[in-house]
């Protein structure tokens, strides 16, 4: 059989492009080296509650995502959560503190000194320096994370807040991550306005406009205006955190019942060659309907007219070695951090207050852990009554050396490192037999690094790609950003593309 598209790789990413694909009327087959989809995507209960390994939730703010849900008919399963609704907090200065959204409680709040508070509200003050002379002037030259964010905020605040919070994201190091993939909004913002702080007020003010000029257009001509559904409507105000009832892994798990006969697991794909057909150089068929692609798998062949490479960039490496070295080349060049998932019990009578959030990032580079979720308290559906059931994450692109050490002794490091977090809560000094494992899961690359001179690299890899092998798409959260809703995105447009 000769299929429209071979998806290969069974992740969030390759299931969302074969279901919107097969729903256009196109034949299509995903082969998934594994037993099950879902890639990373990993969910476990524990009596009431529920865990991941993986992805620990996502947000309402991705209209593919949304519009996914309600195709499927998965509201009634819909756990939400208000985002700012939860605490969260930072471990700095040898405690936990709580952030505050408020400029005066962040203040009194001690994650920031006086001056590096004060710093943040000459922002408009700091652009980029221009040279004197005309030809060294260069306002396009790429900026690292820490580069962009100490020119706008200062030194204080990078090192505090910005380096803390995208441990959450992208476990990475901000010397290297390109500020204009980890903070494009920001970046956006000031090429816009000179000034992030009055881009957010233009911004505000623009979004003003278009809302009283939308709602004048619906009150004139009302039956000609499509009215967004029910379940964009609930989260078009407010973003919300969002779950499902029995984890993440359900939402794969859907796509993947609805995709049983295009999909087959347990299929590795060993090589994509490019084979011409039989019939030679046709003049009535078009350049691209001259070959077709044949894909070698564990389980026989395969044949496609087109391949989307679903997999992780270096896996997407080694299937294109053959057909393109230097399109291959640049895909083993994206680094990925790796990451620990440790989950855990933790007895409620063991604390004098009650852990109620989000959970906390650590912003001591002494400390190997990154953050924890509490996992137990992000729905009231999943509270237990006795215990609070955790996930911590060890690792990142700073503390690569996980992936040399046995689960054993990454439990051991993270219970001595808990205990001094939570020591000011306890009621007594934790000890590492307060708390209960439940799993490890070591993921030796887990988050791509979309670091300097990331963009440019993956533009010309999708040009060459698109001039010598255009029947080959790549899709995934290593192209231009790690988040569920980039992910979903990069398939969107590769949608836009093929029509």
Known sequence: MLYDFIIVGGGISGLYAAYELKKKGFKVLILEKAAVVGGTWSSFKYKTSTYELGPNTILSNSDELIALIEDLGMEDELLSSLLSSAKRYIYHHHKLIELRSNPLQLLN????STLGFLRIFLEPFFHKALSLRPAEQNLNTEESVRQFCERKFGLELTDVLVKTFLKGVWAGDISRLSANIALSNLVKLEKKSGSIFFGFIIDIFQGFISRVSKNLFKGVISDEVELESSLKQKFSKNKSTLSFKNGLQS???????ELTESLKLNAEVESILKVH???GENAELSIQEQYYYLLKTNQGDFKA???IIASPAYVAAKLLADLDSNVSASLASIEYAPIALCAYILPKSKLKKELKGFGFLSADDSMKVLGSIWASELFSERNLDDEYLHISFIGGALNTSIINKDTQEIWNELTVELSLIYKDWAKEPLQKE???LLDIKVL???IPQLNLGHGKLIEDLQKQLRADN????LVGNYLKGVSIKDALRSVTQLNSYLA
């Open 305 to 307: 007219k087109s391949v």
């Open 434 to 436: 307060d708390f209960q």
């Open 470 to 473: 255009s029947k080959i798409h």
């Open 277 to 279: 057909n039989e019939n």
């Open 444 to 446: 030796d690359k887990a």
């Open 109 to 112: 709040s001690g994650v920031l």
């Open 251 to 257: 939402l794969t798990q859907k796509m993947a019942d």
